[in-house]
C-alpha cells in the first residue's frame, strides 16, 4: 500500500484522506470496544474511574435536586432565556464575592460532595475487580 500511495499526486492523497476521516466520523465509536478506548488514551484505570463517578453523581442528592428542576429550567429558558442569563450570571458572580466554601469546614464540604445514599455500595464497586473482555480466538 506504502508503493501505491506513492504514485498518488498530492491531491488524490489529501481526497483519500479525507474520505477516511469522513468515514471514521460518520462510523462513530460504537465498534470501538472499551479495551481500546484504554489503550489509546493510555491509562487502563479511566473506565473504572469514569464508571464510579458516573455512578456516585446517579447517587448524589444534588443530581435528584438538579432533576427535579430541570423541566422548570427548561420552559424559563425557552420563555425568557435573557432573564434567565442574567440570573446566572447574577448567581455567579456572587458566590465569587461570598466565598461561601470558606464559611464552612473542610469537613462539611466534604461530606456535601461525597453524601450518597448508598456510601457501602460505592465502596464495594470500588473493590471489585473490573470486568475482562473475552479475548478473541486466532
Do not use: C
Request: no cysteine.
Amino acid at each position: 500500500m506504502s508503493t501505491e500511495r506513492e504514485q498518488l499526486t498530492p491531491q488524490q492523497r489529501l481526497s483519500l484522506s479525507r474520505r477516511a476521516l469522513i468515514a471514521q466520523l460518520q462510523r462513530g465509536d460504537e465498534d470501538e470496544s472499551p479495551r481500546q478506548f484504554d489503550v489509546q488514551h493510555g491509562n487502563p484505570w479511566s473506565q473504572v474511574a469514569s464508571h464510579v463517578v458516573r455512578r456516585w453523581w446517579r447517587r448524589h442528592p444534588a443530581n435528584a435536586a438538579g432533576r427535579l428542576a430541570l423541566p422548570l429550567l427548561e420552559r424559563y429558558a425557552r420563555e425568557q432565556p435573557a432573564k434567565l442569563i442574567a440570573a446566572a450570571a447574577a448567581t455567579g458572580a456572587l458566590v465569587v464575592l461570598i466565598r461561601p466554601w470558606r464559611l464552612l469546614p473542610i469537613t462539611a464540604i466534604l461530606a456535601a460532595v461525597f453524601k450518597t445514599s448508598d456510601m457501602a455500595d460505592l465502596v464495594t464497586t470500588l473493590m471489585k475487580k473490573p470486568a475482562r473482555p473475552p479475548k478473541d480466538a486466532p
